[in-house]
Structure formats: structure tokens, C-alpha cells
């Protein structure tokens, strides 16, 4: 009789965290997640915290000793933990950068001592401020504005975080593997750090202005939760690849001002549209990219993954959950390929 595998997921009281748990659970895994409870919140995971094969452990991803535990005891490491969210971002950058870069490399430094293979969640921010319509592929230049706007702080350390994997990757032979994830939506996402989606919905369901930041001309994919964590399955489990990035979302591209009337006809509501500046967004002052959408060819050639539901359907999973007022389960994730 085999040993029961054991996966370690940090952010795994997060919202794509605490969704990926569940997915692991149901596969057989015996999961420990790894969360400082900073984003992530004890509601996400509250209803698995009493079962024998769920672990839930509160600390830092900088705690070097907790850190080497778990990775030891656990067979593979997905390794969501980060600082997110624009208004975070903006208002605490120290924070970001110790957290993304610092909590990388303990990971990762973790993972080669012990000979574990890791994926290491990234972002479509490094992409940076792409101006022409086109879908991003994972070969695409990095393109930036001015380097002392705040706005690129996270694309750097997330850029920071794939140089390192690609480098224990060919310096020291670590296993590993990164995915970069565009727009992850769906129940459980917080709009307290600036997520447009669950922002755009909670104040069309409290019938207040919907807030949108510059003309809302600029374009966004999003990418149910449910398929992304069957991305993320996915490339953890083609150990063929090593030291490589893919693309994980959607290619179903929307404008901001499109969304917000989606959202304002699916719920009802009679809020109006209300226009900030860039200056003026969070009082900080921020700039915001135009277009974003993935190529996802790499990902779909390698395991055969694409994402199954539409905007629509994420959008009416979104508001269902809000309605709700509880944290709740995306529906069963659909397998592709």
C-alpha cells in the first residue's frame, strides 16, 4: 500500500490557494497549506479544518524553519504566497518585495535541498504595458513605463521570483516550473486590494457608483478560478517540463467600461459609472496597462489545457457568491483536454 502524497501550498488560505486545497483534497493528497493570514482569510478554509488530511499552518513564508519542515515532509510545492492587489502593492512596498522576493528564494532554496518539485505561481504583470491588441506569449519583451512609478514594483519582484527558479532550475537542477497567471477570478476573491471584478459587483449589489479608473477603455481577459487550478494541476504533474513558464487564462478579452455594464445589467442594478483619473486612484497616483490578454498555445500543446467557462459564467458565479455573503465553493472544476 502507497504512502498517501502529501502537497504543500503556500497561500493556501488565499483565494486561488484555499481553491487549489480543495481540488488536491478530492484528487487523494494530503495537503498542508502554508498562510500568514495577511490576504488570505481562516473563512476560505474554514470548512476543511477537520478533516485528518488538511493541515493548516500559520506563519510566515519567510520563517525559514517552518518552511524547511514542510517542504521536507510533503512531496510537491505550489507556491502561491504573495503580496497582492494594486492598492497593496502601492501602499506597502516594502512589503511586497520581501514578501514575493524574500518568501521565493526560502521556497526555492527549501525545494533543492530537499529535491521537490515546486511550481511558482507568477504574473501577466511582468508582461508590463503592452499598447498593441495582441495576445501576450511567454517569449514576448518585458515593457514598462518609467521605473520609479510605482505601478511596476510587483511586476519586478514577480519577475525576480521567475529569474530564480530559472536559476536553481539550471544552477543547482531544482525541478521546477512557473506559470503565469492572467486575471484569476471567481468566488472567494476580495475586492479589498483592488480587484476589479468583486469590486464592480459588491457596489452594483449595494446599488452604489461603480468606480471605474481612467475612460475604461482598456482591455482585460479573465480566467475562472476553477480552470486555473487545473492549469496549475496540470503543469505540476507534466514532469516532462522543468525550467519552463507557461501561460495560464483566458482569451476572452473585455473593455473595463464593457465589464462594469455586464455587471450592472446581470445584477439589476441602477448604479451609476463613475470616473477616477489615474492621479487621483487610491490618492497615490498609479498607472494602469491597456491591454492584456494571454497566448495560451504553450500551455494547451503541453497538457492540453484551456479554460472552459466564459465571462459570463464567471461573472454570475461572482455575484452569486456576493449575494450569498459567505465564502463559497467554485463549482467542480471541469477537466479539458
Known amino acids: 500500500m502507497h504512502a498517501q502524497p502529501k502537497a504543500l501550498v503556500t497561500g493556501g488560505a488565499g483565494f486561488i490557494g484555499s481553491h487549489l486545497v480543495e481540488l488536491l483534497l478530492a484528487d487523494g493528497w494530503e495537503v498542508f497549506a502554508l498562510d500568514d493570514l495577511s490576504t488570505g482569510t481562516r473563512s476560505n478554509i474554514a470548512h476543511l479544518e477537520e478533516r485528518p488530511d488538511f493541515h493548516l499552518v500559520v506563519e510566515s513564508i519567510l520563517s525559514h524553519s517552518v518552511v524547511s519542515e514542510l517542504v521536507n515532509r510533503c512531496d510537491v510545492v505550489y507556491h502561491l504566497a504573495a503580496a497582492v492587489g494594486v492598492r497593496l502593492i502601492v501602499e506597502q512596498p516594502v512589503h511586497t518585495m520581501v514578501t514575493n522576493v524574500q518568501g521565493t528564494e526560502t521556497v526555492l532554496e527549501?525545494?533543492?535541498?530537499?529535491?521537490?518539485?515546486?511550481?511558482?505561481?507568477?504574473?501577466?504583470?511582468?508582461?508590463?504595458?503592452?499598447?498593441?491588441?495582441?495576445p501576450l506569449s511567454e517569449e514576448d519583451r518585458r515593457v514598462y513605463g518609467p521605473t520609479t512609478e510605482k505601478r511596476?514594483?510587483?511586476?519586478?519582484?514577480?519577475?525576480?521570483?521567475?529569474?530564480?527558479?530559472?536559476?536553481?532550475?539550471?544552477?543547482?537542477?531544482?525541478?521546477?516550473?512557473?506559470?503565469?497567471?492572467?486575471?484569476?477570478?471567481?468566488?472567494?476573491?476580495?475586492?479589498q486590494y483592488g480587484m476589479v471584478i468583486p469590486r464592480f459587483v459588491s457596489r452594483a449589489l449595494a446599488s452604489e457608483a461603480i468606480e471605474i479608473h481612467g475612460d475604461g477603455t482598456?482591455?482585460?481577459?479573465?480566467?475562472?478560478?476553477?480552470?486555473?487550478?487545473?492549469?496549475?494541476?496540470?503543469?505540476?504533474?507534466?514532469?516532462?517540463?522543468?525550467?519552463?513558464?507557461?501561460?495560464?487564462?483566458?482569451?476572452?478579452?473585455?473593455?473595463?467600461?464593457?465589464?462594469?455594464?455586464?455587471?450592472?445589467?446581470?445584477?439589476?442594478?441602477?448604479?451609476?459609472?463613475?470616473?477616477?483619473?489615474y492621479g487621483e486612484v487610491y490618492g497615490l497616483g498609479i498607472e494602469d496597462t491597456l491591454h492584456r490578454e494571454p497566448s495560451?498555445?504553450?500551455?494547451?500543446?503541453?497538457?492540453?489545457w484551456a479554460p472552459t467557462r466564459s465571462l459570463d459564467d464567471i461573472l454570475s458565479d461572482v455575484i452569486q457568491s456576493k449575494r450569498s455573503g459567505a465564502p463559497s465553493r467554485a463549482p467542480a472544476a471541469r477537466e479539458t483536454g
Open 110 to 134: 527549501y525545494c533543492a535541498r530537499f529535491g521537490r518539485r515546486v511550481l511558482v505561481a507568477s504574473s501577466s504583470e511582468i508582461y508590463g504595458d503592452h499598447r498593441d491588441e495582441r
Open 152 to 191: 511596476w514594483l510587483y511586476a519586478d519582484s514577480k519577475a525576480m521570483d521567475e529569474h530564480l527558479a530559472f536559476a536553481w532550475h539550471l544552477e543547482r537542477g531544482l525541478d521546477s516550473i512557473v506559470a503565469r497567471l492572467f486575471n484569476t477570478v471567481g468566488p472567494r476573491q476580495s475586492g
Open 218 to 277: 482598456q482591455t482585460r481577459s479573465f480566467c475562472h478560478v476553477a480552470d486555473t487550478i487545473l492549469a496549475l494541476r496540470g503543469l505540476m504533474e507534466h514532469r516532462e517540463q522543468s525550467g519552463a513558464v507557461f501561460n495560464v487564462g483566458s482569451t476572452e478579452r473585455v473593455t473595463i467600461i464593457e465589464l462594469a455594464e455586464r455587471i450592472r445589467k446581470m445584477t439589476g442594478a441602477r448604479s451609476d459609472l463613475s470616473f477616477v483619473p
Open 296 to 304: 495560451i498555445e504553450k500551455i494547451q500543446a503541453a497538457i492540453g
